[in-house]
């Protein structure tokens, strides 16, 4: 009995060792090629399947893989070229209000001081920005706008609201 647990548990060794040879990584081994190590454990069954644990097998169990740099397939699945892309939109926003401010500023500055902009309250002329208020065209009203009236005319109401008379 104890000659067949022998003969089994040297078959097991061999069978195991020549397995392992087969299926590990060329690049991987250790002492010799691949090819050698085969050779080895096949003609060597018990003494080639020790040297291969002890020398051959790598140390490592995870196989070490090579490293290549991995690129996202599109710009949008990048997630740094859209973080640099957020980026560069918030100075740009930051960058045309600062414009926008330093331009108002000197049109204030070119008013006289007289209306505020971007705020409500006084002196806010109620205008849109970016159009004339009046005070400051002395040639009269523009093209297409009507100009003062006077009250009763065309049948207004006077500041009692009775009609006044032609």
Request: net charge positive.
């Amino acid at each position: 009995m104890p000659r067949v647990a022998l003969a089994v548990a040297i078959l097991a060794i061999y069978v195991y060792g020549l397995v392992d040879v087969i299926r590990t990584d060329k690049r991987s081994t250790r002492g010799f090629s691949k090819t050698t190590w085969l050779i080895m454990v096949i003609l060597l069954p018990l003494i080639g399947a020790a040297l291969w644990f002890l020398i051959g097998r790598p140390r490592d169990t995870v196989v070490a893989q090579p490293v290549y740099p991995q690129h996202p397939t599109a710009p949008d699945d990048d997630p740094d070229f859209l973080r640099n892309l957020e980026q560069r939109r918030r100075q740009a926003e930051a960058q045309r209000l600062r414009k926008l401010r330093d331009d108002a500023a000197r049109k204030n500055q070119a008013d006289g001081g007289t209306r505020r902009t971007g705020t409500t309250g006084t002196g806010n002329t109620g205008a849109a920005p970016g159009t004339n208020s009046g005070s400051s065209n002395a040639s009269g009203p523009a093209a297409g706008e009507p100009g003062p009236r006077k009250p009763g005319a065309s049948g207004e109401a006077n500041a009692e609201g009775n009609p006044e008379a032609k």
